[in-house]
């Protein structure tokens, strides 16, 4: 057992090491102000708005939709073009996720894990078709959806408040507008490979905006 000498030597010993993490910690958040040492921030501090915010959290439904759709298009489409862009979509959606739920993570933004509602309705209309039937839909919702994340990424690239939600923005953004070509193509094959037949209305309502008129096509 140890005598009084040595129990005032341990307690002291212990005062010291449990004052000098207090001291730490102190000087580490508030008290290195008053010391004038630079405050070191959170990895979630940053210069984020909530129009990032709203971004980070569309962006990561959006490429969780995208995993889910092309993997219902390996299984039920009948074209192989459609077949190749789920596949497509599989691979480069899924790196993006990876890339999401980093950057959320750093901003301290919750993103879900889960299909939105809408995407969701989507997931299940879809899974109801199949063969050319379920081709045209999801190409429909593919052009659609592309559409409005390939504007949705410009504006944040070129608008975003934080750097790395920019960054992010505009590193993906090629991409987009990559998946948004091909989208197109395979629409305007799977229309033309129906021409004799009835076209599909979806694909042609949803292309209809990126094809320019006659009237425009004279003027020029």
Not at 12 to 39: C, E, F, M, N, Y
Not at 54 to 82: M, P, T, Y
Not at 95 to 123: C, E, T, Y
Request: hydrophobic fraction near 40%; charged fraction near 25%; include cysteine.
């Amino acid at each position: 057992m140890m005598n009084t000498f040595e129990k005032i030597i341990c307690r002291a010993g212990l005062g010291l090491v449990l004052g000098g993490v207090l001291l730490s910690v102190v000087l580490t958040q508030d008290g290195a102000k008053a010391a004038g040492w630079p405050a070191q921030s959170s990895p979630a501090a940053s210069n984020i708005t909530p129009t990032d915010k709203q971004f980070i959290e569309e962006a990561a439904d959006g490429e969780l939709a995208e995993v889910e759709l092309g993997k219902l298009a390996l299984r039920k489409a009948n074209s192989h073009h459609v077949k190749d862009f789920g596949q497509r979509m599989i691979t480069d959606h899924s790196a993006a996720n990876q890339q999401i739920k980093k950057l959320a993570a750093r901003k301290g933004v919750s993103i879900p894990h889960d299909l939105g509602k809408d995407n969701k309705m989507i997931r299940d209309r879809l899974e109801k078709l199949s063969g050319s039937q379920f081709d045209n839909a999801y190409m429909a919702e593919m052009l659609k959806d592309h559409k409005k994340d390939v504007e949705s990424f410009r504006q944040q690239s070129r608008g975003a408040n934080d750097n790395e939600v920019k960054n992010f923005a505009a590193r993906t953004f090629p991409t987009l507008q990559s998946h948004l070509k091909e989208a197109e193509m395979i629409a305007t094959d799977l229309t033309a490979g129906h021409a004799r037949k009835k076209p599909s209305a979806a694909i042609a309502q949803t292309h209809q905006s990126t094809m320019p008129s006659k009237a425009a096509t004279k003027a020029r």
